[in-house]
């Protein structure tokens, strides 16, 4: 069993980032996966896309989770501290939120082209309801998760 839900950074902090990466002079790969009970939305920086397109395009993906989903607890994922794989943490999340309506996770993953030091992994555990949320965090932030068999 791994301690999946340990590292929240807040909201402001997590777009921060998000800005400082798709706007320093880092190269980077990026992917970001939204999956909820209406489907699953992915988008992959291809080599064509210019980091602006990229940028807009996360950006109007995070404002649609907004929408239908205003409660979020964003976790940050870092190899450095040998967490658990981004995936892992989302496929946890979205199984674990099934008794709750109106969940989005979303995964951003920004990979340094060349090295690792600047990476920036982040999964958003998006709720309809404050109540779900704060649920949500009492019962698995910190704890371990049991593997899905």
Not at 46 to 74: C, N, Y
Request: glycine share 6%; hydrophobic share 40%; charged share 30%.
């Amino acid at each position: 069993m791994a301690i999946l839900f340990k590292t929240t950074i807040s909201e402001n902090s997590a777009f921060e980032r998000i800005e400082q990466a798709l706007s320093g002079a880092h190269q980077y790969d990026g992917y970001l996966n939204a999956v909820s009970d209406g489907g699953e939305t992915a988008l992959s920086w291809g080599p064509a896309m210019h980091a602006g397109e990229f940028k807009s395009e996360v950006s109007e993906i995070l404002r649609q989770t907004w929408d239908v989903a205003r409660f979020w607890v964003i976790y940050e994922r870092r190899e450095d501290r040998k967490d658990p794989d981004a995936t892992d943490i989302r496929n946890a999340a979205f199984r674990l939120t099934r008794g709750y309506s109106g969940v989005v996770v979303v995964t951003l993953s920004l990979l340094g082209k060349r090295d690792s030091a600047n990476d920036l992994e982040l999964v958003f555990v998006c709720f309809e309801q404050d109540f779900h949320r704060r649920n949500f965090r009492v019962r698995y932030e910190g704890k371990p998760i049991p593997n899905q068999d």
